[in-house]
């Protein structure tokens, strides 16, 4: 968390610049007010992904920063991580779905940030985090302040690692000492690796999603990242 009196500031990225780095400033969650680091004597700091390649049983790939122009894949991923079947058009379908589309429109605003992992300058896979309000929540929502994480990897893609490692590397990015938060289905097996990488359940907030199963709302604590 920031250092301020006010105990609704808190740290949050906002962007990129040419330089692909992450800046930190502070979000009024009360006043829907950003103030963006300051000069030199700042107390925020600077995060950086550098573009990087990847081998991937033997597929060679490059993991990047989410930018603007993303938000098209986006909208196909954000149907993967809801598990919907939609197989003729999965953007269509999430942007029918009020609660869905939230995770993807307007994509690029303050906030929101995101790794993104290419196979032949394609993307097939993302892990992204946003923040919503009290009044038009995520799934996963547990206050204004905690950003909330999406992970998708295109079907033909799977059972490779790429979901792991986009994770990871959106952790890390995101930092030691920020709260994170995201929704699971009970019987998807990737709640094993948000378990290992230090998301806890919280049980009161568990629901049935719409198809009846039982889903899990998983909070990461400003933990170190040791998987």
């Known amino acids: 968390y920031a250092d301020s009196d006010n105990a609704h500031d808190f740290p949050l ?3 990129l610049d040419e330089n692909v780095t992450f800046h930190l400033g502070t979000f009024d969650a009360v006043r829907g007010n950003f103030t963006a680091p300051s000069g030199r004597g700042s107390p925020f ?3 950086c992904i550098q573009g990087e390649s990847l081998c991937i049983q033997g597929e060679s790939m490059k ?3 989410a930018n603007s122009e993303d938000e098209e894949f986006l909208w196909q991923a954000q149907c993967y991580a809801a598990l919907l079947d939609a197989k003729e058009d999965p953007a269509a379908t999430v942007r029918g779905n009020p609660v869905l589309a939230r995770y993807v429109e307007g994509w690029g605003r ?3 940030i995101g790794v993104i992992v290419e196979h032949e300058n394609k993307p097939v896979g993302a892990a992204w985090c946003r923040l919503f309000r009290e009044e038009s929540p995520g ?3 547990i206050d204004a302040k905690t950003p909330e994480i999406s992970v ?3 079907p033909e893609f799977r059972q490779m690692g790429i979901g792991t490692s986009l994770l990871k590397r959106l952790l890390e990015v995101t930092g ?3 709260m994170i938060s995201l929704a699971v289905r009970s019987t998807n097996p990737a709640l094993r690796l948000y378990l290992r990488l230090g998301f806890r359940i919280i049980p009161e907030r568990n629901f049935l999603n719409r198809t009846g199963v039982l889903s899990h709302v998983m909070v990461r604590e400003g933990i170190a990242l040791h998987a």
């Open 63 to 65: 993991l990047r920063p």
């Open 110 to 112: 303050v906030g929101d």
């Open 152 to 154: 998708a990897v295109l």
């Open 45 to 47: 700091h600077s995060l």
């Open 139 to 141: 799934w996963g929502w």
């Open 13 to 15: 990225l906002f962007g």
């Open 176 to 178: 030691e000492n920020m």
